[in-house]
């Protein structure tokens, strides 16, 4: 069986500022490991994903994301943050092959402030 | 990446009716997946719906409830029947992308059940 655990529920920051938003999974299998973001009123977007490969990924909009094994950890970074990045991160795993299925974690609010 | 459209966007819904959610995805795919996400939480697999055969349902959801159809490789529906107040949530269909592109969601269905 694969988890996920999103350890924030809410990260309030300031514009500019940097955030992590934490993300730690388990899984008896190979993983692969997603970010999904979800702002207000609307559907699910894939932000990054890490299948294979280098473990540190890149989105077009300055999010990144590092694979890290020993940590079962997948902590989405942004190093200065705007207003319109407020949403609604989600971490999600996937073991592939047969265990193809999503599990998503709770979830993580991030407010961006003036 | 796959296209989806999802409708109806929204619908209010009187207790003890039905509403049918149609995904319609612009290419073929073998497995087409719909969730729930209840206010204010993550998404729950619903079901898995293969075309051909019968839907596959999560630990606690059931055909009668949440009836689906998968006519084709690039069609499915959900019907969340007898509805009561609880059924209030945003319902999203899903499909994957192949390993290269992760997951994509249509833009969901907001239900509000009156």
């Known amino acids: 069986a694969q988890s996920v655990t999103q350890l924030d529920s809410q990260v309030p920051v300031f514009e500019e500022a940097p955030v992590e938003l934490r993300c730690n999974y388990s899984?008896?299998?190979?993983?692969?490991l997603f970010w999904y973001v979800q702002y207000p009123n609307q559907g699910l977007q894939l932000l990054l994903k890490?299948?294979?490969?280098?473990?540190l990924v890149e989105s077009i909009n300055g999010f990144e994301a590092e694979f890290n094994k020993s940590q079962t950890s997948f902590h989405l970074r942004k190093p200065s943050v705007h207003i319109s990045d407020t949403a609604e991160y989600f971490c999600?795993?996937?073991?592939?092959?047969?265990?193809?299925?999503?599990?998503f974690g709770k979830g993580t609010l991030l407010t961006v402030n003036p | 990446s796959a296209v989806i459209s999802q409708k109806p966007s929204r619908d209010i819904c009187q207790r003890g009716t039905s509403l049918t959610i149609q995904c319609q995805v612009d290419?073929?795919?073998?497995?087409m997946f719909w969730y729930r996400q209840q206010p204010g939480q993550s998404l729950t697999l619903i079901a898995t719906a293969n075309q051909g055969s019968e839907a596959t349902y999560e630990s606690g959801f059931v055909i009668d409830k949440f009836p689906i159809s998968r006519p084709n490789l690039t069609f499915s529906t959900l019907t969340v029947s007898n509805m009561s107040p609880e059924d209030s949530s945003i319902y999203l269909c899903?499909?994957?992308?192949?390993?290269?592109?992760?997951?994509?969601f249509g833009s969901g269905t907001r239900l509000t059940v009156v």
């Open positions: 899903s499909v994957e992308g192949g390993t290269a592109y992760g997951y994509t």
């Open positions: 290419s073929q795919v073998t497995m």
């Open positions: 899984s008896s299998v190979s993983v692969y």
């Open positions: 890490y299948l294979s490969g280098s473990t």
């Open positions: 999600a795993v996937s073991g592939g092959g047969s265990n193809y299925k999503l599990t």
